[in-house]
């Protein structure tokens, strides 16, 4: 009898209180980074986008030589407002691609988005390169350099994300360079506010100082527009990409 009571208790299940193996489920986003890395995407867009970041560096590169060279202001706008023209047509080709393709690497609405800001960015610059030409700026501050070498460094930041985009297991990468063009863009609110005072302060002409705001503040809304881009380009991050 005995021994049938011992078969019985060690046969019994388990206490409430020993730990019992389960199985956990993978998270949803788990499940949703591993679809988003394994369906098929339209990589077309690939190109157009990283061509239209290039030209966006270019430009700001003949801004930043405009303004360290006043000399021939007039052909370096034309050049600007050349690869203007040339971005806005990858722009018009984005737009196309995205209500033919079936499968487009990220939400339509995210891609219209993005191109179209990219867009702002060189249609900033060349706002800027166009008052230097047509208010005749003769003379260029520090202040004013370091604002265009800020965005000059913003948005080859953005050249190098924009080309990440198409790995989306390099998203962190991307988060990265969009945390540090979000500090770029504060080092730029500094430079203008110091710029401003010390304008105010020393310049006694009055058109000088009309004109060398303008400078400022369209070099200023250079940065803040690149802000924009990464902040679009952190929501496709963190919104699709399974971040």
Not at 56 to 69: K, M, N, P, S
């Amino acid at each position: 009898m005995s021994e049938a009571r011992s078969l019985v208790e060690t046969s019994s299940p388990r206490s409430a209180s020993e730990p019992r193996a389960v199985l956990e489920r993978p998270e949803p986003r788990f499940w949703r980074t591993l679809l988003m890395r394994l369906r098929f995407r339209d990589r077309r867009f690939v190109p157009l986008f990283n061509l239209h970041a290039q030209l966006c560096v270019d430009a700001v590169e003949a801004l930043l030589r405009l303004l360290t060279d006043l000399s021939d202001p007039h052909g370096m706008v034309r050049e600007i407002e050349a690869m203007e023209k040339r971005a806005d047509a990858i722009v018009d080709e984005v737009h196309a691609l995205v209500r033919r393709s079936l499968f487009p690497p990220h939400p339509r609405a995210s891609i219209v988005v993005l191109i179209n800001r990219l867009d702002d960015v060189l249609d900033l610059t060349e706002d800027a390169a166009q008052t230097i030409h047509l208010y005749h700026v003769t003379a260029v501050t520090p202040e004013a350099i370091r604002l265009a070498h800020l965005a000059l460094e913003s948005v080859r930041g953005i050249a190098t994300a924009v080309a990440l985009l198409a790995q989306p297991e390099r998203g962190r990468e991307i988060l990265a360079w969009c945390t540090r063009i979000d500090e770029l863009e504060a080092q730029g609110d500094h430079v203008l506010r110091a710029a401003m005072s010390r304008l105010f302060r020393d310049e006694p002409d009055a058109r000088e100082l009309i004109k060398l705001r303008a400078v400022y503040e369209v070099l200023e809304e250079l940065t803040d527009v690149c802000k924009d881009v990464a902040a679009d380009m952190e929501a496709i991050v963190l919104g699709h990409l399974g971040i």
